[in-house]
Nanobody, 118 residues
C-alpha cells in the first residue's frame, strides 16, 4: 500500500521559515518524481514544486521561486520542502504527491497545515 505522510507544518509569522517532510512507503521511492502541492482555504489545488528521481530536475511555481527549496533523500524515502520568507498567502494545506510539475498525481498524503500570520 502506497503511503505518504507529511509533517512539519505549523503557525509561523510572516518572514519566518518552516521545513516540511514527507515519508514515503509502499513503493520504490527512488523510481518516481515527487511534488509538493497546496490548497489554500476556499481555493483549488496549486502545484508548488517538483523534483526528479535523482534530484537532477527541480522546478518551482513562480509564486514560491527563490523562497522555497525542494529536496529528497532516496536512502531514507524522504521528501522535503524548505520554506523561507513565508507570506500570508502561503497559508494552505501542503501535500506530498507523486507527480511531475502538476496537480495530476496518482497518490497524495493527508497533508500538513501551514499558517502564516502575525
Amino acid at each position: 500500500e502506497v503511503q505518504l505522510v507529511e509533517s512539519g507544518g505549523g503557525l509561523v509569522q510572516p518572514g519566518g521559515s518552516l521545513r516540511l517532510s514527507c515519508v514515503a512507503s509502499g513503493f520504490t521511492f527512488s523510481n518516481f518524481a515527487m511534488s509538493w502541492v497546496r490548497q489554500a482555504p476556499g481555493k483549488g489545488l496549486e502545484w508548488v514544486s517538483s523534483i526528479s528521481t535523482r534530484s537532477f530536475g527541480i522546478s518551482y511555481a513562480d509564486s514560491v521561486k527563490g523562497r522555497f527549496a525542494i529536496s529528497r533523500d532516496n536512502a531514507k524515502n524522504m521528501l522535503y520542502l524548505q520554506m523561507n520568507s513565508l507570506k500570508p498567502e502561503d497559508t494552505a494545506m501542503y501535500y506530498c504527491a507523486r507527480s511531475w510539475q502538476s496537480t495530476d498525481y496518482d497518490y497524495r498524503g493527508q497533508g500538513t497545515q501551514v499558517t502564516v500570520s502575525s
